[in-house]
């Protein structure tokens, strides 16, 4: 990367790597260390899920609509679940709706802690990632001892879930939220504290109220820039109206705001967490009856899954299968703004504001070529290559 | 009045000229059917009167009886929802683009041309964003009347 200033590199990322799901190709055009253009390609891993789900019943779709995700699978699960229930005019008990929510809240936490080892691992700070997976796999154990799995705990099923919260697991949750507490209070002092750290981290691709407003970003990404949107609070579903959350806002908008704006919300899915387990309803697990066959209609179905709003959008002709699932996923909300963002960023600086969004993420290990514009006799970068530059850059300035 | 029903009722008031075929399926939603060239009056109106955000565009097969394609715009404020509904021939699907006045808009009428087939008039030429380099040109899979058949025959990029 000795090339002048005025000269322009294409850095290709992506889209392979074969240990890993959901792949995307980017490609940033630098000058020098500037970034000046940045586009993107998704798709590697579109699976047809939504024309799927048109040739399948309801019950059927609940399955397939939970491997959409290998992180969240509870989300779309519910958004799902709640969609249908609607259409169907059935009530879910409010035991039901509140084991739902003590889910959701379980796998914000795995889902952010396993964001912040990636993310720190992304700015060179290995401890960092080793010590929050070491962590992550208490909520991991508590998911497991409450439904047998770890990744898909497949808890909905259409009117309610599938298993009670027993004595057994509400220890497993209470013991394990207090030691996890513990430690998300020394990661937020480390992410807030640690000189090396916050170079990678404050004022770097800071987005302002505005621009997140303009961008269209979603979940705590843009909460860290003030945009006070939850839809947990601003449409409760299951039993947030009961349980409510409570929103995490910071206003300075940058990697460091992004950051704490995930550690507060996993104190508040702790607290949130606790009073659900203390105040949980008594009663039913299922609705009576949920009927097989749905009469014709269509209904919108909000949520908040760890990276965002996730939309669902399921129409019915009436009969035994949807004749339409759309899914849009807060991903794709926030990939627009890492084009935007990194433009006039370091290429050093690109891994982090790619990891600030935390784009469904078990893609991060990449190919990279490093080529000059318009000419093929390129270099090949690894995903880990770019990882290291943007480390040893910043090692660089330091000294 | 309720949160919620505010909203919408400020929504009303700015749409007001538009409003010549609404329904409200649920409490919270307000759906407006629109001809193609109300969109963009519509949109901007909505977001010059800072409306909500754009939820999601959902494209949509109506069946082949209808002769039509629709195409949904959910904007979202709390948990107030209004669809912007617009209509148009299956056999020359075009809607206007409205990323000049939401940028975000541009990946979800991207999603639109390839999986439906939908024209998005005024949307720069690019390559694909979600389906495979060597799916057929022509073929979308989100028809009704799409056949997984038509995936053998030779694909051109």
Known sequence: MNAPATERFVVPIGPQHPALKEPGHFEFTVEGETVVDATVRLGYAHRGIEKGAEGRNWTQTLYLIERICGICSHIHSTAYAVGVEQLAEVEVPARAQAIREIICELERVHSHLLWLGVAAHDAGFDTLFMYTWRDRETVMDILETMSGNRVHYSANVLGGVKFDLTDESAVAILKGVEFLEERTHHYRKVVSEDAFFLQRTRGVGTMTHAEALALGVVGPTARASGVARDVRLDAPYVAYADFPARIQLLTAGDLEARFLARLDELLDSFRLIRVLVAGLPAGELTAKRMPRKLKPGEVISRVEAPRGELFYYIRSTGGEQPDRVKVRTPTLCNMGSVITQTIGHNLADVPMILVGIDPCFSCNDRAVTVRRAGDDNGRAWAWADLRRYGIDYYRRIRN | ?157
């Open chain 2, 1 to 157: 009045m309720n949160q919620t029903q505010s909203y919408l009722a400020r929504a009303e008031a700015l749409l007001e000229p538009w409003l010549a075929k609404t329904e409200r399926p649920t409490d919270n939603r307000l759906d407006i059917w629109l001809s193609p060239d109300d969109l963009l009056p519509v949109v901007a109106t909505l977001v010059a009167g800072e409306w909500g955000y754009l939820a999601a565009i959902t494209g949509l097969d109506p069946g082949l009886a209808t002769g039509q394609l629709h195409v949904l715009y959910h904007f979202a404020e709390g948990a107030a929802v209004v669809t912007l509904r617009v209509a148009t021939p299956r056999d020359a699907a075009a809607v206007p683009t409205i990323r000049p006045l939401i940028p975000l808009a541009a990946m979800y009428e991207q999603e639109l041309i390839e999986v439906l087939g939908v024209a998005v008039i005024g949307a720069p030429e690019r390559g694909r964003l979600f389906l495979a380099d060597d799916w057929p040109v022509g073929v979308y899979p989100l028809r009704k009347d799409f056949q997984p058949e038509q995936l053998d025959k030779e694909s051109v990029p």
